[in-house]
């Protein structure tokens, strides 16, 4: 069983910063891909940074400059480092990672559990 476990999310003033971790665990053969996508209330959940194992990152082109995507292949662990946050950044936000399990070998997508980031004006 593989499971993606977020911390770190919560409120915070507009320019202020907060860091997102993830760690994935389980029987785990590797992980490719990592990322974080987020959600806000009537919107559809979009893509806001991901990172390969190498570590070559993408982001949205609404937090570039803004936002690290990070990651320690060592502890299985993917983190996002947000700063001057603004109240659009608002949203639920999940970790993503594609997982290939140790016993069956499948290969697919696993999601965390969500952490809200609530920025106020």
């Known amino acids: 069983q593989v499971q993606l476990a977020e911390s770190g999310g919560g409120l915070v003033q507009a320019g202020g910063s907060l860091r997102l971790s993830c760690a994935a665990s389980g029987s785990i053969k590797s992980i490719n891909s990592m990322g974080w996508y987020r959600q806000a209330p009537g919107n559809q959940r979009e893509l806001v940074a991901s990172?390969?194992?190498?570590?070559?990152?993408n982001y949205a082109e609404s937090v570039k400059g803004r936002f690290t995507i990070s990651r320690y292949n060592a502890k299985n662990t993917v983190y996002l480092q947000m700063n001057s946050l603004k109240p659009e950044d608002t949203a639920v936000y999940y970790c993503?990672?594609?997982?290939?399990?140790?016993?069956?070998?499948?290969?697919?997508?696993?999601w965390g559990q969500g952490s809200q980031v609530t920025v106020s004006s």
């Open positions: 993503n990672a594609y997982i290939v399990e140790a016993t069956t070998f499948i290969q697919r997508f696993y």
């Open positions: 990172i390969t194992t190498g570590g070559r990152t």
